[in-house]
């Protein structure tokens, strides 16, 4: 026992000589000195003036400019000026970041050295006490005594030490904290000081040693079990120059050479198994500090694979091979356990023990899912696309492990318990969530889509999670330029998506769950556009196209009749509710689009407003009978095909007019808000606002009543239907009121009503069935229409609208022509091809199978998790 400084500090678990000295290490001056050069690029006098007083008065304290670390500041200054693109003004604000950081350590050091030296003091005269007491008693004491004795003073000592130690160490915290603020300040500016500069405790060093040593600072921190506070702190202080780094980039400056090989080395001292453990780390530790700590790791992956400009000049796309060896690994992952011998995919290599049955690798996989899930930034498009590609891959390894071990626990003693744990550890909600980071990059999910083989594996396998596969979808169609959306790729994604499940119909309508049906339904709503127009001969992308109004609507695509038809017929079959939504949504737009043409355009524009309303809904109700006829096994299956047809069309004509009278409330039109506008209108386009009014409209269920419905094709079909024409008549008068063509007070009696407000409003369409308000409607229509000849009439244009032209147009479309010929051509609808999709390189590239029983490889994975085949 003794009152040496190092014992005392370990006593006191706070050491206040190692706390000075992290501050002192630090140097004011040297840190000046570089303010005031960046104050001179500023072209700041004042601010040089006194930055050059500051640097003066710190060398008579002391310290010393003379081995600045900034070997020739100047240039560095000039090169950062350069790099930054600034004529002055950041300039400025760095050299005012870095004086500030220059007093806040001066002013910490000057407290440290007092506190030291007081402390210092202070343990001087306790020890004097000591030797004085002991001069006078040691002669009276024994050694037990003098242990006893010299353990008081010892204990003031260790107590002084603790008092000053704990203030230093609040002084150190509160410094570091500061620094890291400037730090962030600076980086936002697009600038981090050079390695040498010592800012002192918290300094930000920009080298692969530094990168070693802050990953093992995360690794430690990983290392503390169970997982707590401390270990959480550890991992967030480790990773501080990454998220520093992030915030340069995020401020729109690219990352130095130094600087991505600082990332590099980072992520690989981490390595690929602690990246994978640290979310759920923090999670079971912290879980509201995951966006805090998580989050700055993932973006600094998304940040490496961003393309950049390198030294040459070339432009560089980061692929997975340009990654760091860690991230890599990660996408790598191998799932389940290979057999050496023949090749087969087990969950792991003892398949006999239920209770400890478990996937080999896929914990690994799915923390990687985890923490790429946390990211607030996206990615390189090549990258990310890569990341889906490899969640596919995983999907298909699940594939193959569930029907390997399936039929090993079929030839074994298995139980319903061994099948169902078997279905617990090959669940693919990891996958699902890393397709869920790649469905938030537009681009990268388009050119997923754009994928022949990943597009077909993403809409047909057997997702458990369809989470996923659906934001992929929504992703790489979105048509929303605010959103990222709305360019080529999207566009030329969703046609393909359009036309690959037209190619296969019922194959798809037979694997696809009601997620990614309904994510496919909302690609249709988004470009609805599509099927309103004349037809083509061949489906293809235009980037030219406009609205009836002449209006450009950027990047969209014409379809040809086959393709239209086959769409809207697997729309027809994903049930009735969603079939009914997507008519509804298609007369919603029908809506507008009509109250955009009766407001802004001329009769030729509405004309052809009507054109495409008739058009479209025709296709719908052409769509809706042909698949109808196509699945019923009734005898009477031309009525049953012809009655469904029909109670659809009028519940989603009713219900669809009332949504676009909302929408049209709410400011939502179809006018254009610039170059590369989408159906963008004040509030927003159309086809989002139908996309993303949440789960399918409440329908008007009122559908016709059953002696009014048709009873065979030919009844269904006939142009001379008077319902045909009452709800042309209704489409025309609510657009008409919508637009402010006519009144609503100069209707015909019985159509109108009031609203809660007391205006005068046309009645819910469910009201207006009745044979006297059908009469009504077409006097109502006429007025419309006469009214807005009258205001467009000149002395050259009679400004006739030709209302028959919306008959025309639905008629020679659903013309009752059926088309027989359910294509059947996806990889889906043949077994060798699905099991290629279905199992990836698990099968060879034909589908058969080596050395093993056909049936152990099943095309339909019904055969899974059960010891019955179907």
Known sequence: ?????????????????????????????????????????????????????????????????????????????????????????????????????????????????????????????????????????????????????????????????????????????????????????????????????????????????????????????????????????????????????????????????????????????????????????????????????????????????????????????????????????????????????????????????????????????????????????????????????????????LNAISANATDALRYGMSSPEQYEKLKQQTADTGASDMLKVVGRNEDASAQLLLDKNSRQALMGLNWRDEGGAAAVIHGGTDRDPKDGGGGEAQAKAALEVIKEVGSDRDGYLHRMGEGVEDAVKDVGVQYMDAFARDPAGESRYRGDLTDPLGRKIGHGFELSGRDRDLFLQFMSGTGDDDATDFHTKATAYNQVMLTEAFKHGDPAQVNEALKQAGRLDGAITQANFDYTYDVTDAKDKEAAAAHRAESMRNTAIKTGISVAGTLVAAGVTIGTAGTGAVLIGPTVSVTNALVNGGANFAFMDDPAPAAELPGKRDELFRDDRSSYGSRRDLLITSAAINAGVIDPNDLPAGLTTRDADGNVVLRTPGDLDGSEEKKNLSTASHRAVNAYEAAHQTKTDSGDVDTPSYDTERNNTASGARDKDTPRNSPWSNADSARVLLYGDNVSKDGKVDRMFEDRVPSETGNYYSRNRK
């Open 1 to 397: 026992m003794s009152f040496s400084y190092e014992q005392l500090a370990a006593k006191a678990g706070v050491d206040p000589w190692k706390l000075r000295d992290k501050l002192t290490a630090g140097n004011p001056a040297e840190i000046t000195n570089l303010a005031k050069t960046f104050a001179d690029a500023s072209g700041e006098a004042r601010l040089s003036t006194d930055l050059a007083k500051e640097a003066s008065e710190l060398t008579a304290q002391g310290y010393t400019v003379d081995n600045s670390p900034v070997h020739d500041p100047a240039k560095h200054v000039q090169d950062t000026k350069k790099l930054l693109g600034d004529g002055g003004e950041k300039m400025g604000k760095i050299a005012r970041i870095l004086d500030s950081i220059s007093d806040e350590l001066e002013s910490r050091i000057g407290h440290a050295k007092s506190g030291v030296s007081t402390l210092e003091g202070e343990i001087r005269t306790i020890q004097s006490q000591w030797g004085e007491f002991w001069r006078k008693n040691h002669n009276m004491m024994d050694s037990n005594d003098r242990e006893a004795s010299l353990k008081t003073y010892v204990d003031q000592a260790v107590g002084r030490v603790r008092e000053h130690g704990n203030a230093l160490k609040t002084s150190v915290d509160s410094y570091e904290t500061t620094l890291a603020t400037h730090l962030k300040s600076m980086a936002d500016l697009g600038y981090t000081p050079p390695d040498n500069v010592d800012e002192g405790p918290g300094d930000v060093n920009i080298s692969v040693d530094a990168a070693n040593a802050d990953g093992q600072r995360t690794k430690d921190g990983l290392g503390k079990q169970p997982p707590s506070a401390e270990g959480v702190d550890a991992i967030q202080d480790g990773s501080s120059t990454i998220a520093l780094l992030n915030a340069k980039v995020a401020a729109g400056h690219q990352l130095t050479e130094a600087e991505r090989a600082y990332m590099n080395a980072w992520y690989d001292k981490v390595g690929a198994d602690d990246l994978s453990k640290i979310p759920k780390y923090v999670n079971d530790a912290a879980p509201g500090r995951t966006r805090e700590v998580v989050s700055p790791i993932a973006d600094g992956i998304m940040n490496l694979s961003k393309p950049y400009t390198a030294p040459t000049g070339d432009t560089v796309v980061p692929t997975k091979d340009n990654m760091p060896k860690a991230v890599r690994e990660l996408m790598d992952t191998p799932i389940g356990h290979r057999d050496e011998h023949t090749g087969l995919l087990w969950p792991d290599k003892e398949l006999s023990s239920s209770k400890d049955m478990k996937v080999d690798g896929l914990n690994r996989w799915n923390g990687f899912a985890d923490l790429m899930e946390t990211s607030t930034v996206d990615g390189g498009t090549e990258f990310t696309k890569q990341l889906g590609t490899e969640a596919i891959r995983v999907k298909q390894d």
